[in-house]
């Protein structure tokens, strides 16, 4: 490639600068982009705009380190998921970003929830779970047969529904028992039991 300058002039900016500061186009015949790299960007940058859309702003980082386009923050690699498939072997967002996000499309894609929904029905609970009033609202509680979002639940008592199965008539009973009237049955023929009256 002795046949490319050792400069070139830039169509944009009018600038003669040296040749590392193009990018490569093969279509040219010099085999050089004809705006430098800066008024392309600026010139994409533009164009973007042009149409409504922003573009991300290049924050300088380290080297062992990579910026977060959620949160903004610049952190080390040990707060990233490694990731084969992208370009740096990094995930895209950083390990608390990424939580959230997934968190997120996981109650909109299961119950169809988005953020805002999932905080009006908290907000409507007064952030406490619905059966023991006391521990904070967590985990989402749905019907299994409809898939019908009944409330929101501290883990326990979430917990606790899915081991009664949902059943209401386990659920008496319990509640029977706990308050001391236990179903002691009588067994009056196979497989017949007797109330306690």
Known sequence: MSDIPAGKKCSRCRKALPTESFASNRA????????????SAEYYRQRQEARGRSVRVEVPVQRGHKRCPQCGEVKPHDQ?????????????????????RNRVSYFQRKYG??????????????????????????????????????GVLCFSCN???GQLKDRPDAIRRAAAYVEGNAWKPTLVAPGVYQLPS
């Open 28 to 39: 040219m015949r010099d085999g050089l982009q004809a705006y430098c790299r800066e008024c």
């Open 80 to 100: 990233w998921e490694r990731n084969k498939s992208s370009s740096d072997g990094w995930s895209s967002y950083c390990r608390p970003c990424r939580a959230e």
């Open 113 to 150: 929830l988005g953020p805002a929904d999932l905080g009006d029905l908290i907000a409507a609970q007064k952030g406490v779970c619905c059966i023991c009033l006391t521990a904070p609202a967590e985990h989402v509680d749905h019907c299994h047969k409809t898939g019908r979002v009944r």
């Open 159 to 161: 917990a606790a529904l």
